[in-house]
């Protein structure tokens, strides 16, 4: 099993141009190392029940799953008490959404099921 850190670009499709929405990371385990160009796909519970419509090459669609490819693999150490520790780090593809009332329903998926969450840091235009 691998532990990776991820990060996933929400972005809103407005005028044509995706405007940046906010940042999801999370730390998840895996049975493989994920390679660029590899998809990492989000289902949800059986139990559960949302949707959220996903801008996709074919026009806007209803989904109540998330896939992402996985654009860039990158390695860093942290020194955790005088032994190094070596990290890897995923970006992925971003989520286009055609609302941002999509995109909460997104993070509230993505949260709530896989623990990720909004980078604090970062971009955060769904707080109202």
Not at 46 to 66: D, L, M, Y
Request: charge should be negative; hydrophobic fraction near 35%; include cysteine.
């Amino acid at each position: 099993m691998y532990d990776i850190e991820i990060w996933i670009d929400l972005v809103c499709l407005a005028d044509q141009r995706n405007e940046l929405l906010c940042t999801l990371f999370g730390n998840l385990t895996v049975p493989m190392q994920p390679r660029c160009g590899e998809t990492i796909g989000f289902h949800q519970n059986k139990s559960s029940n949302f949707e959220f419509n996903i801008v996709s090459p074919i026009g806007i669609v209803k989904e109540n799953s998330v896939r992402v490819e996985v654009e860039e693999v990158s390695h860093y150490a942290t020194n955790d008490n005088g032994t190094v520790v070596w990290n890897t780090s995923i970006h992925s593809s971003e989520i286009s959404v055609p609302t941002s009332a999509d995109a909460r329903q997104i993070c509230e998926f993505l949260s709530s099921q896989y623990g990720l969450e909004i980078d604090p840091y970062g971009a955060n235009r769904l707080e109202a």
